[in-house]
């Protein structure tokens, strides 16, 4: 059985058979999708799909919504956690992060104000004590230089794609890294370098659906101007992204899916508690 540690089911994309989908997923073996929220908007969405469908949820302001957020937002996010201390679904605080890849937050304004979320939102991981989904985009070392001023207890660094020596640090740190769609792609070599070299312990998979779609998914921009349709990622793609892995790393299927199950069971610790008591 698979987990998905990335999936956006709440999605707009996913409005017309947002049910079909996860059933779908649920048929090719997907036991658990984490469903991480990216505004403040997202945060009751992502806890009843959660509870509806049996999976996991984590609440938090998404780097790419931090222009748009307010103070007030993280006043919010802190009452928010209070509320659903006790609900066994709530396993991190996320999506947050640093993305220094879109131009329009690269500015200094912005990567100051990016900064502010980022440190507000892991100190109150810290303080409930969750683990953190992190999105990382161009911005490693500084995510890591926030994590190490801050008591977080553990995460995983969400579609990883920096340096061995990054991926490293973070390992170190008691986190995974996700890896996803990218790594089904031949072109992505330093990702898949990193797949079948770092340590199996360090290895979450996840879809981020319906974004980052796997290769076989995917259509140029002289495709889609020829008329061919973008295919949806989903969570149902998850376990023939975990066979390009497998293959990656000489590793037996149901060995993968084990591993990396528990893996995400140890950096999201409430989730092995769902797991062990669901029905």
Not at 118 to 140: D, E, F, G, N, W
Request: net charge negative.
């Amino acid at each position: 059985m698979w987990t998905d540690t990335h999936c956006h089911l709440d999605a707009a994309e996913f409005e017309p058979d947002r049910d079909a989908v996860r059933e779908q997923a649920r048929r090719a073996g997907v036991q658990c999708c984490v469903i991480p929220a990216v505004h403040a908007g997202h945060w009751d969405a992502v806890a009843q799909l959660a509870e509806r469908h049996g999976d996991a949820y984590a609440l938090g302001i998404h780097p790419l919504y931090v222009p748009q957020a307010q103070a007030q937002d993280l006043h919010a996010l802190e009452r928010a956690l209070e509320a659903r201390r006790g609900d066994p679904r709530l396993v991190a605080v996320g999506e947050i992060g640093l993305d220094f890849f879109v131009p329009e937050l690269c500015t200094p304004a912005m990567r100051e104000r990016q900064w502010f979320f980022y440190t507000a939102q892991l100190k109150l991981a810290a303080q409930h004590q969750l683990p953190v989904i992190l999105h990382v985009r161009r911005s490693a070392d500084v995510l890591l230089k926030g994590l190490r001023q801050c008591a977080v207890v553990s995460g995983i660094a969400h579609a990883f794609n920096g340096s061995v020596q990054q991926a490293h640090t973070f390992v170190d740190m008691g986190f995974a890294l996700g890896f996803g769609g990218t790594l089904t792609y031949e072109r992505s070599l330093q990702l898949r370098r990193l797949a079948s070299e770092l340590p199996a312990s360090a290895l979450v998979l996840e879809t981020d659906a319906p974004d980052i779609p796997p290769q076989w998914l995917y259509k140029t921009a002289e495709q889609r101007a020829m008329g061919a349709v973008q295919g949806r990622n989903s969570p149902a793609e998850l376990p023939r992204i975990a066979q390009v892995m497998a293959q990656l790393r000489g590793m037996d299927l149901a060995q993968l899916a084990d591993t990396t199950t528990r893996n995400a069971h140890r950096v999201l610790p409430q989730l092995a508690v769902l797991y062990h008591h669901a029905p």
